[in-house]
């Protein structure tokens, strides 16, 4: 269990009585520093009607691997399904980097990775981030969460502001293998906390499921549940964006195990929603469930993540329903997932959204309201071409580029730039699997996407790189024997 960080007025007072004393001289030797009050200030008490929240972050999750997508020929979700319809399903959700830290950083601060500076998997996200957590633990809720995995071990900031967290010690992990434990023991974990609050404190739990990210080893009842001729009839529709460099059978096996995690992780999600719905507070309590990135799955000539921004990794599963959502509604306008903070501040903590990348959704969930359109913009961060050799089973169009390679999705409309200044524009309507490059077609559709990414990046400058690279030797063991780095 970890305490909660400093209120961000501790923090204010601190940088104050630093500021004072660079501005009056008086940080000499002869002078006492002034001292920081690391005191938290005292928590709220939640009002009596306060609604509970529940978030569900499965990592790895594909969209197209969804019940409600009608993108896969077997039923994959069908507890999620079930749930999802009883609010607003999100179908074009994206994340803004396909990466585990930096997209939940962006999910629980609001702001984009090129703000909070997480910028990998080894980075770590300032104290002087607020959270959601952290707002709603201050306001008195009683926080917790529960991960699958040591990526997102406590070391990297991104557990500031839980009351409560569970993750297993490394040496519990590792028995498994690998440092990560399934979904089974996460689902476990958070129904057993959440049974057992009875403070009277509204709850907040983070549930976080590992189970469809790499290595995929899916129990053999879930694996039995998909047809092996629905990955086969899968696998034939993608085969114009599949470039690999495998035997047919370990395609097959890659698509066919990947599946299957994700039927054993829906049947795990389910049983812990059944819990948080069942008790007496079941009717006020929010549920967000969504995905932090997709899977390559050798399309584009990617067999994992990290490496390119196509819509198998970025485009991402998302649904919320609770009290007041309508329920079977879907948007098509594309949302992001810094869009999730500022919903919640306004569904949960009723109040002014915090500044943020991302934008209020509530009036298209309580009320329905079309969504404006707005460019939605997307980033791998700066890898250096021998971790992209390291990464990548085969190559994209013979190679795939080492540095900074930025996107953003207008519409329907797509324009990736390379590392190299090499533009590809791409319409998802006409074209969804990111096949046909009109760039050099359409210069106009083209120059105004590239206006909107250059103005973008030009307000949101990248830290300097390595800036917030601060993983000890046993947080990089983790993520080397999660494959994350070499």
């Not at 978030?55 to 069908?78: C, K, M, N, Q, Y």
């Not at 921004?309 to 329920?327: D, H």
């Not at 390291?390 to 953003?408: D, H, K, P, T």
């Amino acid at each position: 269990m970890i305490a909660p960080t400093r209120s961000r007025g501790a923090r204010a007072r601190s940088l104050t009585a630093l500021w004072v004393c660079v501005l009056v001289g008086a940080c000499g030797d002869d002078t006492k520093p002034t001292p920081i009050d690391d005191t938290p200030a005292p928590p709220s008490v939640a009002p009596a009607d306060a609604p509970e929240l529940l978030i569900v972050t499965i990592d790895t999750w594909r969209f197209d691997h969804t019940d409600w997508s009608g993108l896969h020929p077997a039923e994959l979700t069908p507890h999620m399904a079930a749930l999802a319809e009883r609010g607003v399903i999100f179908e074009r959700a994206y994340s803004p980097m396909n990466q585990t830290l930096p997209a939940h950083a962006t999910l629980f601060t609001g702001l984009s990775p090129r703000e909070h500076g997480a910028l990998e998997n080894q980075y770590r996200l300032h104290e002087r981030f607020d959270t959601l957590a952290e707002s709603l633990t201050q306001a008195g809720w009683n926080t917790a969460a529960f991960i699958g995995a040591g990526v997102l071990h406590e070391s990297t900031g991104i557990a500031q502001g839980f009351s409560h967290w569970d993750l297993p010690p490394a040496s519990e992990l590792e028995q498994l293998g690998i440092p990560e434990r399934p979904a089974s023991a996460v689902s476990a974990a958070a129904r057993d906390w959440w049974a057992a609050q009875g403070d009277g404190r509204p709850r907040f739990a983070w549930a976080h499921f590992y189970d469809p990210h790499a290595y995929y080893r899916p129990p053999d009842d879930a694996l039995a549940q998909v047809p092996r001729a629905a990955t086969d009839a899968l696998i034939a529709e993608r085969a114009p964006r599949l470039e690999v460099s495998v035997s047919d059978l370990v395609l097959a096996n890659a698509w066919h195990d990947y599946a299957g995690e994700v039927r054993a992780t829906d049947a795990q999600v389910g049983a812990l929603i059944d819990t948080v719905l069942s008790g007496e507070r079941g009717a006020n309590t929010f549920v967000v469930v969504l995905s932090d990135h997709g899977e390559g799955l050798y399309e584009h000539g990617e067999a994992s993540h990290e490496l390119t921004l196509f819509e198998n990794q970025m485009r991402v599963p998302l649904f919320v329903f609770g009290p007041g959502v309508r329920a079977g509604e879907r948007v098509a306008t594309p949302v992001e997932l810094a869009d999730v903070r500022p919903t919640l501040e306004r569904l949960v903590l009723r109040r002014e959204p915090t500044r943020s990348a991302g934008r209020d959704l509530s009036p298209a969930l309580t009320g329905g309201a079309a969504l404006g359109q707005r460019p939605i913009f997307l980033e791998r961060p700066h890898l250096a071409p021998e971790r992209v050799r390291a990464r990548s089973r085969s190559f994209l169009n013979g190679s795939i580029e080492g540095g900074v390679l930025a996107g953003v999705v207008n519409g329907t409309d797509k324009l990736l730039r390379e590392p190299s200044g090499t533009l590809r524009l791409f319409d998802l309507l006409e074209d969804p699997g990111e096949l046909e490059d009109l760039s050099s077609r359409e210069p106009e559709r083209r120059r105004e996407l590239e206006r909107l990414l250059e103005a973008w990046i030009t307000r949101r400058p990248t830290p300097e790189l390595g800036s917030g690279a601060s993983a000890d030797e046993e947080h990089l063991a983790r993520l080397r024997a999660l494959g994350y780095i070499k």
